[in-house]
């Protein structure tokens, strides 16, 4: 296999296209809430981060179905050098198109739909998908210690910085908008403000996770630039 890949131009576009989406966001949400009259402005959902089936989902479901492809390469490579880390590889491509699917189809919701039987969902919980999910990624955390464990510093740093972006904004933002909504509902301009955090922590987060693996690429069979 022998991809050329142009690592720099592929992660400076992804970066401008996410702060020209964010910006646009934030310019429009401004406006909508100068307005007062969603009836007038009812568009702004186009570019709403916070929405679903609009731009800024399409862009963030294919980062992270870009990611899952990386991944998939490196299991491929690790199929012909290091067989024992391919499992690793393939399952984390997995997680990350699971990921890209949730992104439009929303699963997490239909998950914190069913997690209300048992939980209260008020306050930080109002949105108890993260109960799930946050269930799910320490179950990874543990399978996968051993195998980031065994990376050089400088990558293991890396990806956890990439996750720590990631899940401060999938989850620490996301609680905190939680609790925001429950209170006062969607409407008010702090929820805006903390659902704008989040996404664009989301998204450099993956955008971070990109970079990384295709640095990692690079030192397999594969051109990267």
Not at 82 to 96: E, I, P
Not at 102 to 123: C, L, Q
Request: with cysteine.
């Amino acid at each position: 296999m022998h991809i050329l890949i142009q690592r720099q131009k592929i992660v400076k576009f992804l970066v401008i296209v996410a702060l020209i989406l964010i910006t646009i966001h934030s310019i429009i949400l401004g406006i909508y809430y100068y307005v007062g009259d969603p009836d007038k402005f009812d568009f702004v959902q186009m570019f709403d981060l916070d929405m679903e089936r609009n731009i800024p989902t399409m862009f963030s479901s294919f980062i992270l179905a870009f990611s899952a492809l990386c991944f998939y390469l490196l299991s491929k490579e690790s199929a012909e050098k290091a067989k024992n880390h391919q499992k690793y590889w393939l399952g984390l491509s997995g997680v990350f198109l699971f990921l890209s699917f949730d992104e439009g189809a929303k699963i997490h919701e239909k998950i914190g739909d069913f997690t209300e039987n048992f939980v209260d969902p008020t306050g930080y919980l109002h949105y108890p998908w993260v109960i799930s999910y946050g269930i799910l990624v320490l179950i990874l955390a543990v399978l996968y210690m051993k195998f980031f464990w065994k990376m050089p510093t400088k990558v293991f740093r890396s990806f956890m910085l990439s996750a720590f972006i990631y899940l401060s904004g999938a989850v620490g933002f996301e609680l905190l908008g939680a609790n925001e909504s429950s209170l006062h509902g969607t409407k008010t301009v702090l929820y805006s403000v903390l659902y704008t955090i989040e996404e664009s922590l989301e998204m450099f987060g993956v955008i971070l996770l990109i970079w990384i693996l295709l640095g990692l690429l690079s030192k397999k069979k594969m051109e990267v630039q």
